[in-house]
């Protein structure tokens, strides 16, 4: 009954038991009660669908959502940050064994040869003789047990380590997800942007072999110059040129399409189809929201948590381990008589470890925890000082863009109704053909920038969902 009193004892001192180091608590941040640059803009289509589904539903683009749905399954950086955390899971795993003994079951059988000298005494002359003792077998079986109890905390410290850990893996898994979500979707507007392009250009050169008809039909009635030919031809020549340039950088956001979504670029193509012509947006929300929605922040906040538990492992370095081992074996010459009393060694008890001297391994530990957190903590905050840097940054661009996009638009109004004016003030003898050009370029050049204008403000609204968290939140990084 001793054994197990001491075990009991032993149990009930390890239950009792508290850990070292500090016990962990988020850093405070103070937060600004709005962001500075959303002032009175106000979402063009107010929308919560980050809270209800997959961030890329608010565009209700179907191909968009066909490719998103890809990231996971093909996109490698993803399936990596996914294997890391699958490795951060078994560490913890691995941690928690530490709570838990250790048992060995063992099973052996040896012979021995003759080496020990003993005498031997003839009954017929009463002499002595040395000879060696014949070999013979032993048959061993049994189990062994170790435990070390954690009175100091070092295994729970170490446990509670590599959880926040985990759940900063499962963070950067977010974080990385959004990423290649967020590219996706970015390469995407500017592919359908190259589309409306292409179209705009196809549409110009049609406009202007048009125009160069018309040239050569009223020179060819000597109404005029050969001069307004050669300048309608080379017009329509230089947007020709544009026309087929356009297409590498289409051909070129296609291959990032295709690599984001897991494949070669050669077994990958999108039909052209035409940009969307509104931008849709959702509230910035609060600033003290970034904190729990997006996930680099989350993943800071969670090695903070690992690096304060990491202070009570190198704490419990002060204090002795205290270990309970035990075996119960067998042992006997033959197999058939091994389980026996008789036969039967068995042992238990406690054993009290306490370092003495390490040249000040232990401090020095401490000291580099200590270090590593304050680090950490530091990384922490500047995170948070960026995340917010970058939502003011897309709020005033796309505040910004709104306001140009308005603009733009009544610009390219202005500058159909003046090429066609011209190009009738022409037919009508009035003004000469370059005002025609003039007229033309500056079309051509108020569609594009509005154009441009357009696909801006699409890739900042995916900028700004990116910067806002992407709908995800810090209590995911714990499933």
């Known amino acids: 009954m001793r ?34 640059e959303a002032g009175d803009w106000k979402p063009s289509e107010p929308n919560d669908v980050l ?17 998103e749905s890809q990231i996971d399954i093909s996109n490698q950086n ?53 000879t060696l003792s014949k070999s013979k077998t032993t ?36 974080a990385a997800r959004l990423s290649a979500q967020a590219a996706l979707a970015t390469d995407y507007f500017q592919l359908r942007a ?16 048009q125009s160069l008809h018309i040239t050569e039909s009223r020179y060819k009635f000597g109404v005029a110059a050969r001069a307004d030919v050669v300048t309608a031809r080379t017009q329509l020549l230089g947007s020709q040129a544009q026309q087929v340039n356009a297409k590498i950088q289409r051909a070129i956001l296609e291959h990032a399409v295709a690599v984001l979504i897991g494949k070669q670029p050669a077994e990958f193509s999108l039909e052209p189809a035409a940009i969307r012509t509104d931008v849709p947006t959702v509230p910035a929300g609060l600033p003290s929201t970034l904190l729990e929605r997006r996930p680099d922040v989350a993943e800071a906040e969670r090695r903070m948590a690992a690096a304060n538990a990491q202070i009570g492992v190198a704490k419990a370095g002060y204090f002795p381990d205290l270990t309970l081992t035990g075996q119960d074996q067998y042992s006997s010459s033959t197999f058939s008589r091994l389980i026996r009393n008789s036969n039967r060694v068995w042992a238990v008890g406690p054993s009290l470890a306490q370092t003495v001297f390490n040249g000040g391994l232990v401090h020095a530990q401490v000291r580099g925890a200590r ?5 950490i903590v530091d990384t ?10 970058q939502v003011e940054d897309e709020i005033v661009t796309l505040r910004v863009l709104e306001q140009e996009g308005l603009i733009e638009d009544e610009t390219v109004k202005a500058a ?38 357009l696909s801006s403000r699409l890739q900042a609204s995916v900028t700004l969902i990116e910067a806002l968290g992407g709908g995800w939140d810090a209590s995911m990084a714990a499933k």
């Open 3 to 36: 054994p197990c009193a001491l075990c009991l004892t032993l149990i009930t001192a390890l239950s009792s038991a508290c850990a070292v180091g500090p016990d962990y608590h988020r850093p405070s941040f103070a937060t600004a009660a709005n962001y500075k």
């Open 51 to 67: 809270a209800r589904g997959p961030w890329w539903q608010i565009y209700h683009d179907d191909v968009l959502g066909g490719l």
């Open 78 to 130: 993803v399936k990596a940050a996914a294997a890391a955390f699958e490795q951060a899971q078994a560490l913890v795993s691995q941690a928690r064994a530490g709570f838990w003994p250790t048992i060995t079951a063992s099973l052996g059988a040896q012979r021995g040869g003759p080496g020990t000298p003993a005498l031997v005494t003839n009954p017929a002359t009463g002499l002595s003789t040395e």
């Open 139 to 174: 048959v061993t079986a049994g189990l062994s047990g170790i435990w070390t109890l954690d009175i100091w905390g070092r295994i729970r410290r170490s446990t509670e380590s590599n959880v926040a850990s985990a759940e900063a893996s499962a963070a950067a898994l977010a």
């Open 194 to 209: 190259q589309d409306q392009l292409q179209k705009l250009l196809d549409d110009t050169v049609e406009a202007e072999t």
């Open 371 to 375: 270090a590593a957190y304050e680090g």
């Open 380 to 389: 922490y905050r500047q995170t948070v000082l960026t995340s917010f840097q």
């Open 416 to 453: 159909r109704e003046a090429e066609a004016l011209t190009l009738n003030q022409y037919k009508a003898g009035t003004v000469p053909y370059s005002s025609v050009i003039t007229s033309q370029t500056v079309r051509l050049s108020a569609e594009e920038t509005a154009l441009q204008v």
